[in-house]
């Protein structure tokens, strides 16, 4: 394999693959004008001819990269290329072999050929068509070629950039940006989207109510059968406008109901609890014991929360078993015959900017998925679906993923 290799290696050294491509006719000049057009256009790329590189393709035509993400029409991929041909970093892509198959109407051609290129040998693709007498690039795809013995390898280390983009498609459709991390409790492997946030610290706004709990019912400041009396004054929403069980204030999400368990636990008890569930990031004083979750310099990233997350389910934090079973059964958000969705939502407004959070996790055929999920409205001005949107996401996620089946 390695004196191949060698060989293929001199043989491009020598300049054998620096020729244009013979047309199999010497008769046929339909496709002696195509192999001219396509050997062309790959040598003006090599040598930075970009006027005549971007003309060479019809002005509605498209090229496909090897990267998902990359589909441009000939006006975007004129103006993509341009930097890489002013500074003279462009491709050199040498043709090994080519197929040409023209229609009968000879107006239109179909086309692939194999490619020596900086990445190894890609396949290239696409369609030519003949605009006013003279033949176009009407669409181009370059697509990397991977031995089937190897494909598993390379899936794997493309899994996470390939699940990224499929999520992405869930916040673009509901117009939305963010981040998600979803965690495998078999195996412990991480995917989601937008990666480079996990680790980014936010207010934990309501999904604090989690810790809150846990650390109320520990210290026996509630307990399960506790009720939050209302007294009758304004509340911003009516639902919390009653007196509420704890489970009834958790699952609407009361701000003044936790607001009092707060103060109840006191600053210094809070703090010593939060560092014994390794809960990070917060910012508590006597002053803000009932605000600094929801405003101020309290922050917790998506690997965190999934992290406390998963120590709570497995019941591996330092409380009592009924604390942690109790605090589990709060949590239920949905049960169906097909999963049971258990979670917390949060809203936070910093800096004028609205961002919400879905942490929880999913049971589902016999495996456990743990999963943090921020989102933010593309338009600030738009947050009248933004409550919604949470669960909405993350339900669309795993719907997508064959997790759950698509809900009608």
Not at 236 to 261: G, I
């Amino acid at each position: 394999m390695k004196k191949k290799f060698l060989l293929f290696f001199l043989l491009i050294s020598a300049g054998l693959f620096n020729h244009p491509v013979q047309a199999l006719s010497s008769n046929d000049s339909i496709q002696n004008q195509l192999n001219l057009l396509l050997d062309q256009w790959h040598r003006d790329a090599a040598d930075g001819n970009h006027a005549a590189y971007i003309g060479a393709m019809t002005g509605d035509g498209v090229f496909i990269g090897t990267d998902a993400t990359e589909c441009w029409t000939t006006p975007e991929f004129g103006v993509w290329s341009k930097p890489f041909f002013d500074r003279k970093r462009t491709w050199n892509f040498k043709p090994v072999s080519r197929n040409i198959h023209p229609a009968e109407n000879n107006s239109v051609a179909w086309f692939d050929e194999l490619l020596y290129t900086q990445m190894g040998i890609c396949r290239g693709s696409g369609v030519l068509q003949k605009v006013n007498g003279q033949w176009k690039i009407a669409q181009y795809v370059l697509s990397a070629t991977i031995p089937n013995e190897i494909m598993k390898k390379v899936t794997a280390l493309k899994s996470a950039a390939d699940s990224s983009l499929m999520l992405k498609s869930i916040f673009d459709k509901n117009e939305l940006t963010g981040t998600m991390l979803i965690v495998d409790a078999s195996d412990g492997r991480a995917f989601g989207y937008n990666q480079s946030r996990w680790d980014s610290g936010y207010l934990p706004a309501s999904t604090f109510k989690i810790p809150n709990t846990l650390i109320g019912l520990e210290t026996g400041v509630i307990d399960t059968g506790y009720v939050f009396k209302w007294k009758g004054e304004k509340r911003r929403l009516p639902q919390w406008e009653k007196d509420l069980t704890l489970q009834e204030a958790f699952r609407v999400s009361c701000v003044p109901c936790f607001q009092e368990l707060a103060r109840k636990t006191g600053s210094d008890r809070m703090n010593g609890y939060l560092e014994k569930l390794k809960y990070p990031g917060m910012d508590v004083r006597s002053g803000n014991i009932d605000l600094f979750w929801l405003e101020g310099n309290s922050r917790i990233t998506p690997r965190q929360q999934v992290d406390f997350l998963r120590r709570l389910h497995e019941e591996n934090l330092p409380l009592k078993k009924s604390v942690m079973e109790a605090m589990k059964r709060i949590m239920v958000v949905e049960t169906t015959p097909d999963y049971i969705l258990s979670g917390k939502t949060g809203w936070a407004v910093r800096n004028g900017n609205n961002y919400g959070w879905f942490v929880g996790y999913i049971e589902t055929k016999g495996k456990v998925f743990y999963m943090a999920t921020l989102v933010e409205p593309k338009d600030q001005k738009q947050v009248d679906d933004f409550a919604a949107a949470r669960k909405l996401v993350i339900m669309g996620v795993f719907e997508l993923l064959g997790l759950i089946p698509v809900r009608k």
